[in-house]
């Protein structure tokens, strides 16, 4: 089992940028593929970057590509999330999730995510 807390959310200005931390407790963690999700208001909870468990093999959504970037640092048993270029568009609840991989697995199904963390706001102003 682990535990997901994020953290480094905040308001900022259009073209800015923000990292965002998911801290995990548990001795596993180096076990588990990690997500970054978004939510916005009356939109559905949307799949934005992931990373395999050494670290060696990201994904990222189309609408990120280019301006996030996901990384972990296994011995600190946390996930970052870089985020420049900020755009309003950006605004939303960020989660990190955690999954373990059997057979097949695609990064952005939220079913196949066991553990989820709080979220953190980010707020990008126009």
């Known amino acids: 089992q682990v535990q997901l807390v994020e953290s480094g959310g905040g308001l900022v200005q259009a073209e800015g940028s923000l990292r965002l931390s998911c801290a995990a407790s548990g001795r596993t963690f180096s076990s588990y593929y990690i997500g970054w999700f978004r939510q916005a208001p009356g939109k559905e909870r949307e799949f934005i970057a992931g990373i395999n468990r050494s670290g060696g093999s990201t994904n990222y959504a189309d609408s990120v590509k280019g301006r996030f970037t996901i990384s972990r640092d296994n011995a600190k048993n946390t996930v970052y999330l870089q985020m420049n270029s900020l755009k309003a568009e950006d605004t939303a609840v960020y989660y990190c999730?955690?999954?373990?991989?059997?057979?097949?697995?695609?990064?952005?199904?939220?079913?196949?995510?066991?553990?989820w963390g709080q979220g953190t706001q980010v707020t990008v102003s126009s």
């Open positions: 999730a955690a999954a373990i991989i059997r057979g097949s697995f695609l990064p952005g199904q939220r079913t196949q995510y066991s553990y």
